[in-house]
C-alpha cells in the first residue's frame, strides 16, 4: 500500500519523520541506477526541493502547516513551465528555446501549499499518445510484471511511475483524452481528471485548448481531492462518502466494454458485483452518441486541428526531430479546413446535451478505464500497427469523457497481485465533487472486498 498525503502528514506532525527525510529518500529512488528514476524523470531538482523542504519544516516546528501537501515530494509533468527551465514536453525539439519567465499556474499554487517539487517527468512527445512510449528519454515501465516490461501508459507514462516508485507522494499529469486516467489504471493508482476549465492551464504547454484538463496522480482518492482543490484555487472540503444504497449507476452497453480481454471483463464484472452485493443499484444503458464519436472525429478531431495550429512552425524547421509516430498525427490536422473546425464546434454541445440526457438520471457511469492490460513495450516500439491499434483501443473510453466536458476518476479494481486493472467512474460537467464522493465510497468498498 502506498502513503497517503493524509497519512505522511500525519508522520511528520508527529515527528516520526521529516520533510528533508521524505525529499531524500524520493530523490534517492529517482537517482537509483537499477530503478525507474532515469526514464521517469527528464530533470530533477534536487537543491530546490531540499531548501523547499527544509523551509516546511522550520515552518512546521513553529506551529505553521501551509496545506495537507506541506513538506511532501510531488512531481509535475514536463509540461508544465518552472521558472527558469525550458518545457521541452518530452521532446528534443525545444531545447534550444527560452526558459520559462515564470512558473505554471499550478506550479506556483502547489509551490504556495508548501509541496516540494522534486522534478519533471517524462512522458509521450507533446503528450500526443495514451501508451507512454518515448524515443528521447526512455520509456519508464509499469511497477507490474517489469520481467516483461509493460508500458506505464499515457501520456502522463513517468507522473504515474513516480508514484508508484514512491519517486514522489504524487504526481500531476494532463488530460486530453485519458493521460492522467490511463497511466493512473496500469500503474494501480487513483487518478482524476476534472472538468476541464476547473483548474487554470496557464504556462501548460497545450495538446488541444479544447480539450485539455490537469489533474492527479495519487494512492487515493482523497489525496486527489486534496490536490485538486489547491490546483482549482479552492478550499479543501473533504470527500464524503454517500450511502452505497443511495447510488444509481450507468454502465454503457455501447462500445465501452467492446475489446475487453479476460482479466479487464473479469476484474470489471467483480468490482459490478461487489456494488450491487452492497446495495448499489446498476443498470446497463445505450449510448448510441458512443458510437458516433469517431465518425465526429473522422478529420482528426479538435486535438489534430489545435495540436497543427501550435506546432505547423516548428514542424517546418525541425519535423526530423520528432517522434514520427506523434508529427504523423499531428500532420493529419493540415489537411482540416475550418469548415471542418467549425463544424467541430457546432456538433459537441448537441452530442454532449444527448449524452447528458441519457445519464441524467445516475450518480456516475461505470466502465474499464481501459479494457486491456498494459501490453509489452518490446510490442509496441517494434510495430507501427500494434501502436496505433493499441493507442486506439486504450484511448477509446477515456476519449467520451473529454469530449463530453466531464470529470472522471480511475480507481484499482483488480485483485492484489495482478495485472492492474482501472474503473472509471464518470459525470457530467461540474459533477467533480460529487465524483470524488461516490469515488470513495467505491474505492472503500472494493479494498475491503480486495482483502
Given amino acids: ?40 524523470f527528464t530533470k530533477t531538482y534536487r537543491a530546490q526541493a531540499l531548501a523547499s523542504a527544509q523551509a516546511s519544516d522550520v515552518l512546521r516546528a513553529a506551529g505553521l502547516t501551509r496545506s495537507p501537501v506541506d513538506g511532501l515530494p510531488i512531481s509535475v509533468k514536463d509540461l508544465f513551465d518552472v521558472a527558469g527551465d525550458i518545457t521541452q514536453a518530452g521532446s528534443v525539439v525545444l531545447k534550444d528555446s527560452v526558459p520559462a519567465a515564470k512558473n505554471a499556474t499550478i506550479v ?31 520509456s519508464p515501465s509499469s511497477p507490474w510484471d517489469r520481467a516483461t516490461g509493460r508500458i506505464s501508459g499515457g501520456s502522463s507514462s513517468g507522473a504515474a511511475v513516480s508514484v508508484a516508485d514512491q519517486m514522489s507522494v504524487a504526481a500531476i499529469g494532463t488530460d486530453t483524452g485519458g493521460s492522467v486516467r490511463i497511466p493512473s489504471a496500469f500503474c494501480g493508482l487513483a487518478g482524476f481528471k476534472p472538468t476541464a476549465a476547473r483548474v487554470p492551464t496557464q504556462g501548460a504547454l497545450p495538446l488541444s485548448w479544447t480539450l485539455d484538463s490537469i489533474g492527479p ?36 452497453s455501447t462500445l465501452a466494454l467492446d475489446g475487453a480481454d479476460e482479466h479487464v471483463s473479469a476484474a470489471f464484472q467483480k468490482a459490478l458485483d461487489t456494488i450491487e452485493s452492497h446495495g448499489g443499484r446498476i443498470e446497463r444503458i445505450d449510448l448510441p452518441e458512443f458510437e458516433q464519436l469517431a465518425y465526429i472525429n473522422r478529420n482528426g478531431g479538435f486535438t489534430c486541428s489545435e495540436a497543427w495550429a501550435w506546432h505547423q512552425k516548428l514542424l517546418a524547421d525541425r519535423e ?25 464546434l457546432q456538433i459537441r454541445p448537441e452530442w454532449i446535451a444527448a449524452v447528458e440526457r441519457r445519464i441524467q438520471p445516475f450518480d456516475a457511469l461505470l466502465m474499464p478505464t481501459v479494457p486491456v492490460i498494459a501490453p509489452s513495450i518490446k510490442e509496441l516500439q517494434g510495430s507501427d500497427d ?65 482483502r
Avoid at 1 to 17: D, F, R, S, V, Y
Avoid at 111 to 117: K, L, T, W
Fill in 217 to 252: 496522480l495519487a494512492a487515493s482518492v482523497s489525496c486527489c481531492a486534496i490536490l485538486d482543490a489547491i490546483m482549482a484555487g479552492q478550499a479543501y472540503n473533504a470527500p464524503v462518502a454517500p450511502v452505497l444504497r443511495q447510488l444509481r449507476f450507468a454502465v454503457p
Fill in 108 to 138: 506556483q499554487r502547489l509551490i504556495d501549499a508548501g509541496a516540494v517539487i522534486v522534478g519533471r517527468t517524462n512522458m509521450s512527445e507533446f503528450a500526443f499518445s495514451g501508451l507512454g512510449l518515448n524515443p528521447h528519454y526512455g
Fill in 386 to 450: 500494434a501502436y496505433f491499434a493499441a493507442n486506439g483501443l486504450i484511448l477509446r473510453n477515456p476519449t467520451f469523457i473529454n469530449f463530453l466536458n466531464g470529470c472522471a476518476l480511475s480507481i484499482p479494481c483488480h485483485a492484489p497481485g495482478t495485472a492492474p486493472v482501472g474503473l472509471m467512474i464518470a459525470g457530467a460537467a461540474n459533477r467533480d465533487r460529487h465524483i470524488l464522493d461516490v469515488g470513495l465510497a467505491l474505492e472503500g468498498l472494493l479494498a475491503q472486498a480486495g
Fill in 1 to 40: 500500500m502506498l502513503p497517503t498525503l493524509l497519512a505522511l502528514q500525519n508522520t511528520l506532525a508527529e515527528g516520526k519523520t521529516s520533510s528533508v527525510e521524505l525529499t531524500e529518500a524520493a530523490l534517492a529512488r529517482i537517482a537509483d541506477p537499477q530503478g525507474e528514476g532515469n526514464r521517469a
Fill in 320 to 344: 526530423a526531430g520528432y517522434d514520427p509516430r506523434v508529427s504523423s498525427r499531428i500532420l493529419r490536422g493540415k489537411n482540416m479546413s475550418a469548415a471542418d473546425y467549425i463544424e467541430l
